[in-house]
């Protein structure tokens, strides 16, 4: 059976060592890191997520604003904000929730945040500093993911890794992560053919796929490592559950170790989105970024 890889008590873990790292900050350089959340309109979920990521911003001691917009906010108005914000010192950290009512274009907004306070990472000066190897803010989730496997495996250097999905938000920067970890990365999607046998090949897993219990513990190298990224609700026994990319019933039998869903990556986004807000911090006041 797998060892299973508890996503929960390893953020937990992660937020304690923040709040340490910004009581510090406070006292020796009289910073105190903070993150600004944008919502525009009543997304059930996104409500949720947003009142989360304030909670949790608040418990490591970090300043937290949020902006709630209605969800007819004209364009140039949710821009005006994000310009605000750019020019507010005591913001370091900018995270506008995705998705965007359908009138606003959210490449533009997501382009007009500062790349220095692009906490999320989404930016296209991010996304082409992490692609040459610069340093440079890294979108949450991958970080986490990249954080557990290597939690579990210590260096990652020379494992075959297979990334199922190629979005922007997850499979492509998880898949520059691995490499930068040294790892010989393949990355999958829908066009890849006999996708079993290309997961076969992997020491570790990482799924990103949002498809139900897709990969089965029959398509994975004994012993594998796996990392499931996807969170799907679905019906079963006529209630509502949560449920990865990955059959874990089937796959907990073959690998090495496993993330579960819930408690696995989930609960890593936000704890990383903490991480990246004190990085944006220290990067904006010249100080050396703290160990968390
Ligand atoms: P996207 O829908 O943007 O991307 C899915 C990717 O999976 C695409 O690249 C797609 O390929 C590929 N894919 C779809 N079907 C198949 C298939 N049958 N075989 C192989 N590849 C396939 O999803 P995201 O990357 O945004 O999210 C992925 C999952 O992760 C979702 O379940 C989501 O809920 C979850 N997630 C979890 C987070 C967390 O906090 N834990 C945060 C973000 C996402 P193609 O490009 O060819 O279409």
């Known amino acids: 059976m797998a060892k299973i890889i508890d996503g929960k008590a390893y953020a937990e873990g992660l937020r304690g060592r923040i709040g340490k790292a910004v009581a510090a900050l406070m006292s020796e350089h009289g910073l105190t890191p903070g993150l600004a959340v944008v919502l525009v309109g009543e997304d059930p979920a996104s409500k949720v997520y947003v009142a989360n990521k304030a909670k949790q911003t608040v418990e490591v001691g970090m300043n937290s604003w949020e902006h ?3 969800a007819d906010t004209p364009e140039k108005d949710l821009l005006a904000l994000v310009e605000k914000l750019n020019n507010d010192p005591a913001v370091h950290g900018i995270l506008v929730q995705l998705p965007l ?42 970080v986490g993911s990249v954080m557990l496997a290597k939690d579990v495996l210590g260096k990652l250097d020379g494992l075959e890794a297979v990334v199922i999905g190629r979005s922007n938000i997850v499979g492509k920067p998880v ?8 790892c010989t990365v393949t990355i999958a999607h829908s066009k890849t053919k006999d996708l079993p046998a290309v997961v076969r090949r992997a020491d570790l897993v990482i799924a990103a796929v949002g498809r139900p219990e897709m990969v089965k513990g029959d398509w ?6 796996v990392i499931d990224v996807g969170i799907n609700r679905i019906e079963r026994d006529g209630k509502g559950k949560l449920v990865g990319d990955c059959d874990y019933a089937s796959c907990e039998k073959v690998a090495g170790a496993i993330t579960p869903v819930p408690g696995g990556v989930g609960p890593m986004t936000i704890a990383c989105l903490l991480y990246n807000t004190v990085k944006a911090a220290c990067a904006a006041k010249g100080i050396p970024q703290p160990e968390m």
């Not at 898949?175 to 040294?182: R, S």
């Not at 994975?220 to 490592?225: E, R, S």
């Open 68 to 70: 709630k917009l209605p």
């Open 101 to 142: 009512p359908g009138h606003i274009d959210s490449t533009k907004v997501l382009t007009a945040i500062s790349p220095a306070k692009d906490v999320d990472g989404f930016h296209v000066v991010n996304v082409g500093k992490l692609s040459t190897g610069q340093d440079s803010l890294v979108p949450c989730t991958p």
């Open 175 to 182: 898949a520059q992560l691995l490499l930068a970890e040294n």
């Open 220 to 225: 994975l190298k004994p012993g594998a490592t």
